[in-house]
């Protein structure tokens, strides 16, 4: 399917295990990034990659490993889940030059017990 | 500390009137601000921008206003329909090194009653 994907869709996990989260795009986008949604945060920035092998933290990045071996994967690990994770998971991704508009992945609901 | 911020979480409005949708901001290098909307179990979708060197744009139904002085911004949906019944979010980028990193405020639901 073209656009953007994640999965799992859903995902129930413990404290203290290691969880990755996929997304996977088929434009080619330059850009892809992590976000997570919470009550009354909105949607705030984990990890960015301007391009493959090239990432950058966001606003909240602790606790979290990315990785960009290719352009169009961009998997998010928890290395050790906390129950302060549980949240919504964004992925999306730009055009390379195009200011802002960013297209957003169905998300991923993580569930950290 | 809030750089994006939405003040109302939600809004009800009767369809066919306007809705107005406000978000203020307080870092000054922000120069390009969005709208996205959300619906239930679906990511957000780009709605409409503004770069700061104007202060209004449109697109059909959408009007995004953008108050430097004052920075804030706030978006008109006239007429409203019951399919925008969503939350909407607004988010502003700095540029320079922070090309491409949105910061979002917290999103503001709205309602279109038929």
């Known amino acids: 399917d073209a656009g953007i994907t994640q999965s799992p869709r859903y995902k129930i996990t413990e404290t203290g295990r290691q969880v990755t989260l996929m997304c996977h795009q088929t434009?080619?986008?330059?850009?892809m990034f992590w976000y997570r949604q919470d009550l009354g945060h909105g949607l705030r920035l984990i990890y960015y990659?301007?391009?493959?092998?090239?990432?950058d933290k966001g606003e909240v990045p602790d606790g979290y490993v990315v990785s960009r071996s290719k352009t169009e994967n961009f998997p998010l690990t928890l290395e050790s889940a906390t129950r302060s994770q549980t949240s919504v998971y964004f992925c999306?991704?730009?055009?390379?030059?195009?200011?802002?508009?960013?297209?957003f992945g169905p998300g991923t609901r993580l569930l950290v017990l | 500390d809030q750089q994006v911020k939405q003040n109302s979480p939600s809004l009800s409005v009767q369809e066919g009137r306007i809705s107005i949708l406000n978000c203020d901001y307080t870092?000054?290098?922000?120069?390009?601000f969005l709208w996205y909307k959300k619906y239930p179990a679906e990511g957000p979708t780009f709605l409409i921008s503004?770069?700061?060197?104007?202060d209004k744009n449109e697109d059909g139904r959408f009007t995004v206003f953008l108050n430097k002085s004052a920075k804030h911004l706030s978006l008109h949906i006239v007429p409203s329909q019951p399919g925008d019944s969503a939350v909407y979010f607004c988010?502003?980028?700095?540029?320079?090194?922070?090309?491409?990193?949105?910061?979002f405020g917290q999103g503001t639901i709205l309602t279109v009653h038929p």
């Open positions: 999306a991704s730009s055009e390379s030059g195009t200011v802002g508009t960013q297209y």
């Open positions: 434009w080619s986008h330059s850009y």
């Open positions: 990659s301007a391009a493959a092998d090239i990432t």
């Open positions: 870092n000054s290098m922000f120069d390009y």
């Open positions: 503004i770069s700061s060197i104007k």
């Open positions: 988010a502003a980028e700095a540029g320079g090194t922070s090309y491409g990193k949105l910061t």
